[in-house]
């Protein structure tokens, strides 16, 4: 039986973390949970612990990037086979982990990522969906070389073979695409599977939208 472990990356996220850790947890208890606290100043550390999660904590706040790569690096020292990012605000599916995962078992991908674009099941709101997300997709592919439908796939699993590969050194939202363009740098073999995401919070604010393609063209020429 694979080793899995499920990286949960936490940034004040007391309101949802505990239920995302159930849900996990029931869709497969031999899977094991870290939590990786980037510095909360809520309760995050508290109810990741209380719900059963090893949770590992950043004594200044890094970025979402950073912390899943402490809860990678742990993964890989603790002997796992496989390895699992999944977000800590209740957007992902627990039973899709299993979806996910299921290339690497059956030895047919080193790393997949999950894409909200290759289904209709996700109600990606329509900014994000087609200014954000489009022109990240166009960045990733003129620059990065990277050909991927959902340029900012959050859910993803490697097998530790393509973990150890993955040295990826962005901290925050242009981890995504490096980790992308590495492992298209490092020829590993990568699938795409349909994710359902459930958005909580339907407005994209114009800001956040400058500043997620800014972290994407940093990433490019800082990486």
């Given at each position: 039986?694979?080793?899995?472990?499920?990286?949960?990356?936490?940034?004040?996220?007391?309101?949802?973390?505990?239920?995302?850790?159930?849900?996990?947890?029931?869709?497969?208890?031999?899977?094991?949970?870290?939590?990786?606290?980037?510095?909360?100043?809520?309760?995050?550390?508290?109810?990741?612990?209380?719900?059963?999660?090893?949770?590992?904590?950043?004594?200044?706040?890094?970025?979402?990037?950073?912390?899943?790569?402490?809860?990678?690096?742990?993964?890989?020292?603790?002997?796992?086979?496989?390895?699992?990012?999944?977000?800590?605000?209740?957007?992902?599916?627990?039973?899709?982990?299993?979806?996910?995962?299921?290339?690497?078992?059956?030895?047919k991908a080193d790393i997949v990522f999950g894409s909200r674009?290759?289904?209709?099941?996700?109600?990606?709101?329509?900014?994000?969906?087609?200014?954000?997300?489009?022109?990240?997709?166009?960045?990733?592919?003129?620059?990065?070389?990277?050909?991927?439908?959902?340029?900012?796939?959050?859910?993803?699993?490697?097998?530790?073979?393509?973990?150890?590969?993955?040295?990826?050194?962005?901290?925050?939202?242009?981890?995504?695409?490096?980790?992308?363009?590495?492992?298209?740098?490092?020829?590993?073999?990568?699938?795409?599977?349909?994710?359902?995401?459930?958005?909580?919070?339907?407005?994209?604010?114009?800001?956040?939208?400058?500043?997620?393609?800014?972290?994407?063209?940093?990433?490019?020429?800082?990486?």
């Amino acid at each position: 039986m694979a080793n899995i472990f499920i990286i949960i990356p936490a940034y004040n996220e007391a309101a949802s973390i505990a239920r995302v850790i159930r849900y996990v947890s029931a869709a497969d208890k031999s899977w094991r949970i870290v939590v990786v606290d980037d510095c909360s100043t809520d309760d995050t550390v508290k109810l990741a612990r209380t719900a059963g999660a090893v949770v590992l904590t950043h004594i200044i706040n890094r970025g979402q990037g950073a912390a899943l790569k402490t809860g990678t690096e742990y993964a890989i020292i603790k002997g796992a086979d496989i390895i699992v990012h999944f977000d800590a605000d209740g957007q992902f599916i627990a039973n899709e982990i299993k979806n996910i995962i299921t290339p690497i078992i059956d030895n047919k991908a080193d790393i997949v990522f999950g894409s909200r674009f290759l289904t209709q099941k996700s109600n990606v709101p329509w900014f994000k969906k087609y200014v954000i997300l489009a022109l990240a997709r166009l960045i990733n592919k003129i620059f990065l070389g990277v050909n991927l439908s959902d340029p900012q796939a959050g859910f993803r699993a490697m097998a530790r073979s393509a973990a150890k590969k993955l040295n990826w050194r962005q901290d925050r939202m242009a981890h995504c695409s490096e980790i992308m363009h590495l492992a298209s740098k490092n020829k590993l073999r990568a699938q795409e599977v349909p994710i359902t995401i459930i958005y909580h919070d339907f407005g994209q604010r114009f800001s956040g939208g400058v500043r997620i393609l800014k972290e994407f063209f940093l990433g490019i020429f800082t990486g």
